[in-house]
């Protein structure tokens, strides 16, 4: 048989009835395969083009069958092609493929898509490198290696007043979830009252830990406060409160200091902890709020002695404290935004002292501007931002100090309005004054007695208790004393400030916590004799003048100083209450809890082994 007989036979023998669609392509005339499935290059006579069998009449490659049959996987009889496709012996199905791929072509598939080459020299690299991908990749999900453990939360409570807490066993879900909300709602009470973020977070893990909850998560940002929890079976609580509007009040916070540090202790169980806490949340104020105006009244009477002013600017800087605190309570309820009640607050305290110095009822009005300013200055916002930046709370620390940055620019638009405005009504001229600092024994003892008067004050004003009023009028007096010794001294405003706070710091810590409450409440209180008022009124004024007799430059430079100066106390502070922490306090809170726990340990020791 020649070679063409051979090539014609399987058309020959295909079956009648053959649709059109399954004929097989006539060759051309030379013999060689068709176009369709056939090589880019074309093939001699009788032989197959890539992909297909090197003879006539073979299979093509990846495929087994006999001559003139279609390759395994298709269907038809011999000398036949499946559906769908059209070849002559020796080529190709159309796709290189029957209708259903064969395994060799499904592995090619495969290759194909991993980038692997059909030349045997580039197949090798390009598989050593997959390899290598998957031996890494392997052993990045499979490491055997242990994670790193995180430090148990507890480990927080260190140096504070709730260390060694008595800690119960695990609780189920529900339980966790009444002690979270037990957490969060003191935490969210003490956010309001006035405490500062370190002891927020540290009261919130206290009372977990205490109640069995000792790994808990706990993210304090601003006015947010969110607690994790995840028990052994993996299911999770999270809890969270926010903090909308602050209301300063010192009595609460002892409160709720003395029930976290029973909690801590084991001394109350969770159904009484939650009166108690349902109970201080109802508590009312310790003082009506006539005598806080008053308060506030007195101290800046007694802050207008201190920088030097007379007995009449100290009884007028009475009158319009009382009554500038009243004007700022009526433009709140309108729902004015705290920023602009400051500004006409610094506004009026100025107009109001232009116009007594007008009528010769004081000499130097700037005494009670700078004493009128004390009660604008953002005290706790100052020294709690510094105290967020330096505990690790730095987002909660710039939200607080952009707040008391508005406000410090809120008083100096103020201070500053009011000037011109006095100018354009022709009253007295306000001269910038530094404070004396003379030594006379009279000077001196009015001085203190009038430090004694602020920082009472201060404490009454911000609701604390009565057993708190003396420690933080003691405590204030002496960081003034502190403070009048280094300028005579010699040192820098800065410098003087910085140490007289660490004196309060130091002092008011542990002397806050023998009485039972955080040191937050006498700090503030401390430190209102320490505030620089007249350096801020001094800095407005010069940059209201005018550019040729003193420059911007001057003006912005000497805000920027007394700024440093006020936040010098906050750094002082927040340094004295942690040196604080080294002196003999507590102790016998911690050796009780201690005992309270190897009581507990004991008793259970003897529950199991039967001992009666």
Sequence with gaps: MTQDDRLRRPQEDTPAGTPAGDAVARPDERGTAPRTGASPTGSEAGTAPRGGAAEAGTAPRGGTAEAGTAPRGGAGEAGTVPRGSATEAGTVPRNGASGTESKGSRRARVSGLLGRSRSGGAAKPARSAQQIARRAVTKIVEDPSPTTQPIPIVAVLRNTPYSAPVQ?????????????????????????????????????????????????EVDLTANSL???????????????????????????????????????DG????????????AIRKQKR??????????????????????????????????????????????????????????????????????????????????????????????????????????????TASGRAISVALTFAAI??????????????????????????????????????AAVIVAAGGATAMQATKRYILPAAIIGVIGFAIMVACLVGGLNGILTSFLASTAVGVLARPVALRLGAPAIV???????????????????????????????????????????????????????????????????????????????????EETATGAP
């Design 168 to 216: 119960e066993a695990a609780k189920s879900e529900d339980e966790a979830r009444m002690i979270l909300d037990l957490a969060v709602d003191l935490g969210q009470m003490m956010l309001r009252a006035g405490a500062s973020s370190q002891d927020v977070e540290v009261s919130v893990i206290a009372t977990c830990t205490a109640y069995g909850l000792a790994t808990v």
């Design 226 to 264: 969110t607690v994790h929890y995840t028990d052994g079976m993996g299911n999770i609580v999270t809890v969270m409160r926010v903090n909308r509007e602050d209301s300063v009040h010192f009595a609460k916070l002892s409160a709720i200091h003395a029930l976290v540090t029973e909690m801590v």
């Design 267 to 278: 001394r109350i169980d969770y159904e009484r902890a939650r009166e108690r806490l349902d």
């Design 286 to 395: 310790p003082y009506p709020e006539w005598l806080v105006d008053v308060s506030w009244g007195a101290l800046v009477a007694g802050f207008v002695n201190l920088v030097g002013g007379s007995y009449v600017s100290s009884l007028l800087g009475f009158i319009i404290a009382i009554a500038n605190q009243r004007f700022g309570a009526l433009l709140g309820r309108t729902g004015m935004p705290s920023f602009f009640i400051v500004v006409i607050q610094a506004l009026t305290i100025t107009v109001l002292a232009m116009g007594a110095a007008t009528l010769n009822l004081i000499a130097s009005p700037q005494f009670l501007v700078a004493a009128g300013i004390v009660l604008l200055l953002p005290t706790m916002g100052l020294i709690s931002a510094v105290q967020d930046a330096i505990t690790d709370f730095p987002l």
């Design 412 to 449: 100096v638009t103020g201070i500053a309005a009011g000037i011109m405005i006095g100018r354009l009504l022709n009253l007295q001229t306000i001269e910038v004054t530094l404070p004396a600092t003379g030594t006379q024994f009279l000077t001196t003892l009015v001085s203190l007695f």
């Design 522 to 604: 006498l700090v503030i209180p401390g430190l209102y004799p320490l505030l620089s008022g007249l350096s801020i009124f001094n800095a407005a004024y010069l940059i209201v003048q005018p550019e040729e007799s003193v420059g911007l430059a001057t003006g912005l430079s000497s805000l920027f100083t007394a700024l440093t100066v006020n936040a010098a106390l906050g750094v002082g502070a927040v340094f004295g209450t942690f040196l604080a922490t080294w002196l003999p306090y507590g102790q016998g809170r911690r050796t009780k809890a201690e005992a309270i726990v190897q009581d507990e340990g004991g008793d259970a």
